[in-house]
């Protein structure tokens, strides 16, 4: 602890120093872009479809409330406060730093995780790098509260990341520290609400460890000046994980807003130059417009498109029905609902990057996997109407109507159900898949209407329609009304989606 406190020390100096050398930006989005002939979404995405990632860190020790307990534990109007105070004390006393050596990560075991994604299908996969916690999963030397030095005394992020390149996999790295940084100093409220001091992760409460001013202390709960924190912090961060390990998607969670234009500037050009110069095609995601979109992909939160976009697109969905990382007392969506979901993201141009929930000692629970391992089964048969496809000119038809918006309608998005009467669309090469979001009894008819000649923008004469998962020879008929299938005989579940090859 020592040497960590004399880390914390020259850190706090540096930074200081650091932080005090101005550095001229030429803010044009659009020259930055054109200087590195920058694609901001490359083939293997558009292809990849499908990526997996999980939230778990110190947060993950209470298995209780959701990941901003380390937020809500200091607040005595919020159940996490009460919570902490029975299990583990008062925060007064026992504040969100004690919790980090429970946090041993004792089975963690990524070998089994990336095998795990890999065979759920996934093509990316990783973790969340940094929480608003501001506890860094990777061997850092921006900060001392970091998973080599402390908790689990391991590189998390690097024994991801060599694993998930050895399969061929991409790796996402997640960021949420753009929250990390004390802003509300004079305020005294003694218990902020929800929304108070929002943009500020932990609350400035008089008397927490949040407002110490022990130099540990003051870099883990974002107690610095913004010149201090927002570089070499936030961007050193940013550098230290481009420079050691470099992933092929950062995505940034909201918010960045908080951070000043030049230093946004200032990480998209280090990371597109450092892409070029390891041959790598970079992407950055991000939402609620923090970034121009030549530079970025728009990221949804449990959210979709209600039509296709022109441009690529992202949202990160959970396993969960709730929290993002692991708590007692979580609900699991199943696996016909989160295919459905993936299913109904490609056919509007999208990406769906699906989270998990290990709990702190590093396991995955079976409940989760078991799941995985049915979206994995789903996309063995499945997968060619899936990856490397792109949307076709309608992404749909059927009775079900999604909730308009984004985050704010994510409940509403929660209650969508869809049957087997609704219809999702993508194409390759000279085929067109039909995808039901659900399986009706054999021998039911269904005309695929989006295949009439006077609704098709040019005709597509039909030779031969085939089903994933059957070996029964299709009775189909293109007429004026549109393609009508006769279903065979199925041997999957009548909850799983059913795909039908339209070869022309």
Do not use: C
């Not at 998390?156 to 940084?181: D, P, Q, W």
């Not at 939160?301 to 007692?328: A, C, F, G, N």
């Not at 597509?460 to 994933?468: A, E, G, L, P, T």
Request: glycine share 6%; proline share 5%; charged share 25%.
């Amino acid at each position: 602890m020592k040497k960590t406190l004399a880390i914390a020390f020259i850190l706090i100096a540096g930074i200081t120093k650091l932080s005090a050398q101005s550095e001229n930006y030429k803010l044009n989005w659009d020259e930055l872009s054109q200087k590195y002939n920058y694609n901001a979404e490359p083939d293997w995405m558009k292809d990849a479809k499908f990526g997996i990632y999980f939230h778990w860190g110190v947060y993950s020790v209470p298995a209780f409330s959701y990941e901003w307990y380390p937020r809500h534990m200091f607040m005595p109007s919020r159940k996490e406060y009460k919570f902490h105070k029975e299990k583990y004390g008062d925060p007064r006393e026992f504040g969100y730093d004690k919790l980090v050596p429970l946090f041993k990560a004792e089975k963690f075991d990524a070998v089994d995780l990336v095998e795990t994604f890999q065979r759920a299908g996934a093509k990316f996969a990783g973790h969340v790098a940094i929480h608003h916690d501001g506890f860094a999963m990777w061997d850092s030397k921006i900060t001392p509260w970091n998973a080599m030095l402390m908790g689990p005394k391991r590189d998390i992020l690097g024994e991801m990341s060599a694993e998930i390149k050895k399969r061929n996999m991409k790796l996402v790295t997640t960021f949420h520290h753009e929250r990390s940084l004390q802003l509300y100093r004079d305020n005294k409220n003694q218990d902020p609400g929800f929304w108070d001091m929002y943009n500020s992760h932990f609350p400035w409460i008089e008397g927490m460890p949040t407002t110490s001013d022990n130099p540990m202390l003051r870099l883990l709960y974002g107690n610095v000046t913004p010149e201090e924190f927002y570089d070499p912090i936030w961007f050193g961060e940013l550098k230290e994980v481009i420079d050691n390990y470099s992933p092929d998607l950062i995505y940034f969670d909201s918010w960045l807003e908080n951070i000043p234009e030049k230093y946004l500037y200032k990480y998209v050009e280090y990371y597109i130059s450092e892409g070029k110069k390891k041959g790598k095609q970079v992407v950055t995601s991000r939402k609620q417009k923090d970034l121009p979109l030549n530079v970025s992909i728009e990221d949804l939160e449990k959210s979709r498109k209600q039509v296709i976009e022109p441009h690529m697109w992202l949202t990160d969905e959970t396993i969960t029905t709730d929290s993002w990382s692991y708590t007692d007392d979580m609900v699991l969506k199943t696996a016909p609902t989160i295919i459905n979901v993936l299913i109904d993201v490609v056919s509007k141009n999208g990406v769906l990057m699906l989270n998990v929930s290990p709990r702190a000692d590093g396991v995955l629970p079976i409940e989760q996997k078991e799941i995985l391992y049915k979206i994995g089964d789903w996309l063995d048969i499945n997968g060619e109407a899936i990856y490397g496809t792109r949307p076709w000119y309608i992404f749909g038809e059927g009775p079900t109507t999604q909730p308009e918006g984004d985050f704010e309608n994510h409940k509403k998005f929660l209650e969508v159900k869809y049957s087997w009467k609704d219809v999702r669309y993508t194409q390759k090469a000279n085929a067109i898949y039909a995808t039901l979001l659900g399986t009706p009894q054999n021998g039911t008819n269904i005309t695929f209407k989006s295949f009439a000649k006077a609704s098709m923008p040019k005709n597509i004469s039909v030779k031969n329609v085939s089903v994933f998962g059957s070996n029964e020879k299709i009775s189909w008929q293109q007429n004026s009304d549109g393609l009508r299938v006769t279903v065979p005989r199925m041997s999957n579940s009548n909850e799983t989606a059913m795909v039908f090859k339209v070869e022309y």
